[in-house]
């Protein structure tokens, strides 16, 4: 039996399968493939984001199956929308995670106070080092200290933050007209105006537990779960 694909597109912190713990049980049921961002590597040296790079690897991991489901986490929620808008055609769904999707809802308040926290560190983030542009970004974004052991790996992750563009110049204006899940974790005002403005262009909301990271309660990971599988019975009754 042929098993329809499930694109996993992490955000910021984790990539590949370790951004996704609770979804790695998917692989039983779907051809599930686990992707990794551009300058998302064990082992290179990051490099800038490349929006249209991402897109790319997206749309490619969903071509050579004929398409598939998406499931995108935080910033990667953007290459899935764009993906979608790009090649409606190979885009069966979009699950996406606390989407920071912020050209979106530009114009309303959360998302106008966060731009207005985040975006000088952002112009001044080549006259900082990593860890202190790291320390400073967690700060500001989610009241917490970056900590954890002082490790290579650790410290490719600080450059790979300070690298990152910001979430608010991302070319994303449209909606796509597929079938969407966005999920979060209602800690944090800016990702439910996200979430209530993709609402009230058609996407299913859900809020479970885990802050940032919804997709590793029971609920969130169930909540992925039930709608691409709802999805997937929907196509193949209209394919019959």
Known sequence: MHKQRVVFVHGLGSFGAAAWPKQHGMALAY?????RRHGFDALAEPVESDIPADVAIVINALADSGGGHIVAHEQG??????????CPDLVHSLSLVEPSCLSLTAELP?????????EPLFEVRDQLNDADYQREFYRRAFSAEAGGPDTPEARRSARRLRLQ?????APLHIVPGVPTLV?????????????GYLQETG??????????????SVDGDQAIRSFIANVGRS??????
């Open 31 to 35: 051809d599930a493939l686990f992707l």
């Open 235 to 240: 196509m193949s009754v209209r394919a019959s």
């Open 110 to 118: 959360a998302t106008a106070s966060y731009r207005a926290l985040m």
């Open 183 to 195: 999920l979060t974790g209602g800690w944090e005002p800016l990702y439910e105006e996200i979430a």
């Open 77 to 86: 929620a953007i290459s899935a929308m764009l993906a979608a808008v790009q």
């Open 165 to 169: 563009s910001p979430p608010w110049e």
């Open 203 to 216: 996407a299913l909301r859900r809020v479970a537990a885990g802050e940032h990271r919804p997709q590793d």
